[in-house]
């Protein structure tokens, strides 16, 4: 198969399909699902509004005819879509597609872990804000100790997954616990991705003073650790990503408000309803979902695709101001998911 890769006003092209596959998760943290707003009486989506997994397949497709050569599974919670290794298979089974992923919380990968690697999954990126059972429960907002997800860590690795801890700093709240993160993930050979905390959505309640800045971590860990820096494994890699000296172990830093990347940015994402987002801070989706539904051919889809793309224009980091965090429509991450 010969990729047609499209590229936007900016240059742009297209790399990267990150897919929600549910809009919602066992967990309801602060930084994204806050408890005030999605409690128990929260109207997620009926599944009839979700894609099927084989409109999900079709739509994955198209965009990796478009160029997609990596797909991430997200949410919400992946892992709490029923069945999910066989989507996992049918994508990994797509001509063109080089790697496939997921981000979760990592609760249910005891379970699922072994057949996701043999469905064709080849990573798990494991959301850990802390490693402080009491810490660590305030924040998932259920009161959820560490033991369940370094179970799911201990899974993914003896399934043979590729494992990174991705841990969301955000200041007065878990930044204490940054170098013992350090510490955990070094000594387990795990790689570690330092995020800084984002204005996504519009229920976290986002402030610039909750901001721990990749600059202030990365001397942070500089005063206990010798770091040399790592190229880049592909055009586009948001994190920057460094090495503990005389080791093979990586951390990274996604920077997204002190050090923007979109510039390079090559990333797509495909909601769990069907609408297609080309920035993350963008709340204006395109819809997929109805016009497949109502009879479009693979054509039509991939020209829309193509408009979509070519069309874009975000920079919300680049232009990021008091008057966009707090104007700005933007789409909530149980959604898009990271």
Request: net charge neutral; charged share 30%.
């Amino acid at each position: 198969m010969v990729k047609s890769i499209i590229k936007d006003q900016l240059n742009r092209p297209l790399r990267d399909l990150r897919i929600s596959v549910i809009d919602r998760c066992n967990f309801r943290c602060q930084y994204c699902m806050p408890a005030e707003i999605f409690g128990p009486d929260f109207a997620f989506l009926p599944k009839s509004e979700l894609l099927s997994y084989e409109e999900i397949e079709r739509v994955a497709k198209l965009f990796i005819e478009l160029g997609v050569e990596k797909i991430r599974l997200t949410g919400g919670e992946p892992l709490m879509r029923k069945d999910l290794p066989i989507l996992v298979k049918k994508l990994n089974q797509i001509e063109g597609l080089k790697d496939i992923a997921l981000t979760t919380n990592g609760v249910m990968l005891p379970k699922y872990a072994e057949e996701l690697h043999a469905a064709g999954l080849k990573r798990v990126n494991i959301s850990l804000d802390s490693l402080k059972d009491e810490l660590f429960g305030e924040i998932n907002g259920r009161n959820v100790g560490v033991g369940p997800v370094l179970k799911g860590i201990e899974a993914a690795k003896k399934a043979g997954l590729g494992v990174k801890i991705n841990m969301v700093v955000k200041k007065g709240l878990n930044d204490s616990e940054i170098l013992p993160m350090a510490e955990f993930c070094k000594k387990e050979g795990l790689e570690l991705r330092y995020i800084e905390y984002m204005d996504v959505g519009s229920t976290n309640g986002w402030k610039m003073d909750d901001v721990i800045t990749k600059k202030q971590i990365h001397d942070m860990l500089s005063q206990h650790h010798e770091l040399e820096p790592v190229d880049p494994d592909y055009y586009g890699e948001v994190a920057k990503k460094y090495r503990y000296k005389g080791t093979d172990i990586n951390v990274g830093f996604i920077s997204s408000v002190s050090e923007s990347f979109c510039s390079s940015c090559t990333r797509s994402r495909l909601s769990a309803n069907g609408q297609v987002f080309t920035c993350l801070f963008n709340g204006n989706g395109h819809d997929i979902r109805d016009f497949m539904r109502a009879g479009a051919t693979d054509e039509e889809l991939r020209q829309r695709v193509t408009n979509i793309w070519n069309h874009r224009t975000d920079r919300y980091s680049d232009e990021r101001t008091a008057e966009t965090v707090a104007n700005r429509k933007k789409i909530e991450m149980s959604y898009i998911g990271g």
